[in-house]
C-alpha cells in the first residue's frame, strides 16, 4: 500500500508559477512509475505529466509541455510537478498517483493505469 500526499497548491495570478509536491508513504516509491493529473468538477481527470521509476523519462500533456516540469526525488520519496508561466485554464484540482509494476518503466498517461492516488491539492490561476 502507498499513500500520497499532495501539497503546494494555491493561487496565482497568470503567468506565476508554483510547484507541487507529492510525498508517498513506504519504502516502494523508487519502483513505481507517477503522474500527475487535473480534474475540474464535473470533468474527467486529464493527464499532465508523467516520469518512470528512475526519473530517467518523462512525457507531457501538448497543453502543458514546455511550461511544466515533471521529477522525482527516490530519496525522498517524493515526487515534484514545477508549474511555469500558469494561465487561467490550469486551474484545477491537481492529483498525484503511481502504479504498483516494479520498475515497468513505461510513461501512462491514463488514470486507470494507476493504483494509488493523492487527495489532490487545488491551483487557481486569476487572470
Known amino acids: 500500500q502507498v499513500q500520497l500526499v499532495e501539497s503546494g497548491g494555491g493561487s496565482v495570478q497568470a503567468g506565476g508559477s508554483l510547484r507541487l509536491s507529492c510525498v508517498a508513504s513506504g519504502r516502494t516509491f523508487s519502483r513505481y512509475e507517477m503522474g500527475w493529473f487535473r480534474q475540474a468538477p464535473g470533468k474527467e481527470r486529464e493527464f499532465v505529466a508523467a516520469?518512470?521509476?528512475?526519473?530517467?523519462?518523462?512525457y507531457y500533456s501538448d497543453s502543458v509541455k514546455g511550461r511544466f516540469t515533471i521529477s522525482r526525488d527516490n530519496f525522498k520519496n517524493t515526487g515534484f510537478l514545477q508549474m511555469n508561466s500558469l494561465k487561467p485554464e490550469d486551474t484545477d484540482i491537481y492529483y498525484c498517483?503511481?502504479?504498483?509494476?516494479?520498475?515497468?518503466?513505461?510513461?501512462?498517461?491514463?488514470?486507470?493505469?494507476?493504483?494509488?492516488w493523492g487527495q489532490g491539492t487545488a491551483v487557481s490561476v486569476s487572470s
Open positions: 516520469i518512470t521509476w528512475s526519473g530517467g523519462r518523462t
Open positions: 498517483a503511481v502504479d504498483r509494476t516494479d520498475y515497468s518503466g513505461s510513461l501512462f498517461s491514463r488514470p486507470d493505469q494507476y493504483d494509488y
